[in-house]
């Protein structure tokens, strides 16, 4: 079925991303994954060409555009190309709305500008050991004293953590009041009692920089706190959370019709038995019903799109993308593997590292199993 959800100057923009991608990020992955990070340079030469911060308003130097399809367009790219090291749709559409909606005026001119230059790179520090889709369960502490905030705690499993300039941290501000006694910090490079620990190692994904925060009495200034108001963190959280959960479901179905397409190629030219494995009928079989499967989930995706877009993308709508789409996407690339063969199996082939990088999908984000539940409670049992 025709997809119809682009416009001209979507497909536009595209072009310009898949250059860019071209040129600065494709011929350097490789050694990135090697270093176990993505040079700070690339954010900022991101930055030149307006891949960051589309809503952020035009005052600031964001385009000042609320449409979740150029997100969209720069996951598709990225995905097409296997370079899981940018940590750039985490900063565009799970961090924006942080920076965009919930900052003051002062907030704003003093972050912004460096958001969407590529020059401010951000994070979310909400994972704790002992934390992790249980956000109420959260240990760091921030306990204000004057101007400040005094911030005590640790994170781990943070993406972008080495490179982030601007941590947005999640702490109890009052032990005592539930999901109301949660705050959102923003903790900036250099604090003092700011620091990170190793580069965690990873089975995929191994250019993306994700650490360990911690924070030994951070005086983080009080004009650091993001809302009007503390104690609305938890209900922050949760508001932008179906975006972030769609941004991962655009993730899963690029990368699964990248793979599928590619195995298709794969299987045109791959000779056994003195005729091409994709000759076979269990070959087309399984080409079949993957095609099929990622073909539904396109559309459901793209209508989830639509909905954000039309500010009716529900929390239980975000879940359902969410889990099934990753849990296609592992499904589709561990099959794709398979008629791949022993050479599957070898780093040189793409498919190897879709494998790897694919398997935290249905992990971060919320898990497979927090999203069903989410979706079981909307029945009213």
């Known amino acids: 079925m025709q997809r119809d959800l682009f416009e001209e100057e979507h497909q536009l923009f595209r072009e310009t991303v898949r250059e860019f991608l071209a040129r600065e990020v494709a011929p350097h992955?490789?050694?990135?994954?090697?270093?176990?990070?993505?040079?700070?340079?690339?954010?900022?030469?991101?930055?030149?060409i307006g891949m960051f911060g589309f809503g952020v308003p035009e005052e600031y130097g964001g385009a000042?555009?609320?449409?979740?399809?150029?997100?969209?367009?720069?996951?598709?790219?990225?995905?097409?190309?296997?370079?899981?090291?940018?940590?750039?749709?985490?900063?565009?559409?799970?961090?924006?709305?942080?920076?965009?909606?919930?900052?003051?005026?002062?907030?704003?001119?003093?972050?912004?500008?460096?958001?969407?230059?590529?020059?401010?790179?951000?994070?979310?520090?909400?994972?704790?050991?002992g934390a992790g889709s249980d956000l109420q369960g959260i240990r760091t502490t921030a306990v204000?004293?004057?101007?400040?905030?005094?911030?005590?705690?640790?994170?781990?499993?943070?993406?972008?953590?080495?490179?982030?300039?601007?941590?947005?941290?999640?702490?109890?501000?009052?032990?005592?009041?539930?999901?109301?006694?949660?705050?959102?910090?923003?903790?900036?490079?250099?604090?003092?009692?700011?620091?990170?620990?190793?580069?965690?190692?990873?089975?995929?994904?191994?250019?993306?920089?994700?650490?360990?925060l911690f924070f030994d009495n951070v005086r983080v200034p009080a004009a650091n706190l993001l809302g009007a108001e503390e104690g609305q963190g938890f209900f922050q959280l949760m508001g932008n959370l179906p975006q972030e959960r769609l941004s991962i479901a655009v993730m899963a179905v690029a990368a699964a019709e990248t793979v599928l397409q590619a195995t298709i190629e794969y299987c045109k030219s791959r000779k056994a038995f003195g005729r091409s494995i994709g000759s076979f009928q269990n070959t087309r079989f399984v080409l079949a019903e993957l095609d099929t499967e990622v073909e539904i989930a396109r559309h459901y995706v793209d209508k989830c799109i639509r909905a954000l877009n039309a500010k009716e993308l529900t929390v239980v709508d975000a879940a359902k993308a969410k889990w099934w789409t990753t849990e296609l996407q592992t499904k589709v690339i561990d099959r794709c593997l398979q008629l791949h063969g022993g050479y599957g199996y070898m780093m040189e082939y793409p498919v190897a590292k879709a494998w790897v990088d694919s398997r935290v999908q249905t992990i971060y984000g919320g898990t497979t199993e927090i999203m069903k539940e989410i979706i079981g409670r909307s029945f009213g049992f």
């Open 64 to 129: 000042g555009i609320t449409d979740f399809r150029y997100n969209a367009v720069i996951v598709e790219e990225v995905i097409g190309i296997g370079a899981s090291g940018l940590g750039y749709s985490l900063h565009n559409d799970v961090m924006a709305p942080y920076f965009v909606d919930l900052t003051n005026d002062e907030q704003k001119a003093r972050w912004l500008p460096g958001f969407v230059s590529g020059e401010l790179i951000t994070a979310v520090g909400m994972t704790e050991p």
């Open 29 to 48: 992955h490789d050694q990135w994954e090697k270093d176990g990070i993505v040079p700070r340079e690339v954010w900022k030469k991101a930055g030149e």
């Open 144 to 212: 204000r004293e004057g101007d400040h905030y005094v911030l005590n705690g640790q994170k781990t499993f943070i993406t972008n953590g080495i490179n982030s300039d601007l941590v947005v941290v999640v702490a109890k501000t009052d032990p005592t009041a539930g999901a109301r006694g949660t705050s959102l910090l923003v903790v900036e490079r250099g604090m003092e009692g700011f620091s990170r620990g190793r580069n965690l190692e990873k089975i995929g994904m191994h250019a993306q920089d994700t650490a360990e």
